[in-house]
């Protein structure tokens, strides 16, 4: 079974740099969801989308910025990077209809931010 | 707010026992989810088992059960024939029916020793 895409899985920067992770959800599943997860932490929800508009947002800095696009792919984009972006970012989708709870987790992209 | 408290932050069992895993939650609502997620090392997170609030029947997938006391807000996760696989980080997560985010306790590391 088809399963959440995210591109790149491993990514570098340095501080001040620009990231831009992608996710590319189940194949009809509308709602997207991104998740950022420190070292040693739970993760952290950031922000979703269902049908390209923004659903719910929860403490994602000012600095990203996401969007989800007409193919319902979404990206997270975060600018002036800092040590403590480093963190393991999880996409998750979930199918339409009211009655879905689950979100299906994509294998993550780690960032390094140096 | 909702809040999940995982009391246990690191287990150990032998294979073959059963361990069970404690959690509660915190929430004036009345519909919602809770959740098991398992991350292993590859740091995937997997569904292991939901909960609808709104059923008494307690969810049970294989060897995994839970526990639910919803006026206690309690969701303790049980693992019987503990495998070598079952080595992972264990997160108890909660869902407003309303909501899109997940929220996490901060983990249970068990261990199945051999």
């Known amino acids: 079974a088809a399963g959440v895409i995210q591109s790149p899985r491993h990514l570098i920067k340095e501080k001040r740099e620009t990231a831009t992770l992608k996710c590319y959800p189940i194949p009809r599943h509308d709602t997207v969801y991104w998740y950022q997860q420190g070292p040693g932490q739970d993760p952290q929800f950031l922000i979703s989308f269902y049908e390209k508009m923004q659903s719910d947002k929860g403490s994602i800095p000012d600095r990203f910025s996401a969007q989800q696009f007409s193919d319902y792919h979404s990206e997270l984009n975060m600018s002036s990077l800092e040590l403590g972006d480093s963190a393991l970012y999880f996409c998750a989708s979930s199918p339409p209809g009211t009655s879905t709870n689950e979100q299906f987790f994509g294998p993550g992209t780690r960032l390094t931010v140096l | 707010a909702q809040t999940v408290t995982q009391s246990q932050p690191e287990m150990s069992v032998q294979e073959a026992e059963t361990v069970t895993l404690s959690c509660t939650y915190d929430t004036s609502e009345n519909n919602y989810y809770l959740f098991w997620y398992k991350q292993p090392p590859s740091r995937q997170m997997i569904l292991v088992i939901r909960q609808e609030a709104y059923k008494q029947q307690n969810a049970t997938e294989n060897r995994f059960s839970v526990n639910f006391q919803k006026a206690a807000k309690s969701f303790s996760l049980k693992i019987s024939d503990s495998q070598l696989g079952d080595t992972a980080m264990y997160f108890c997560?909660?869902?407003?029916?309303?909501?899109?985010?997940?929220?996490f306790g901060k983990g249970t590391r068990l261990h199945i020793l051999p």
């Open positions: 997560a909660f869902r407003l029916n309303r909501d899109d985010k997940i929220i």
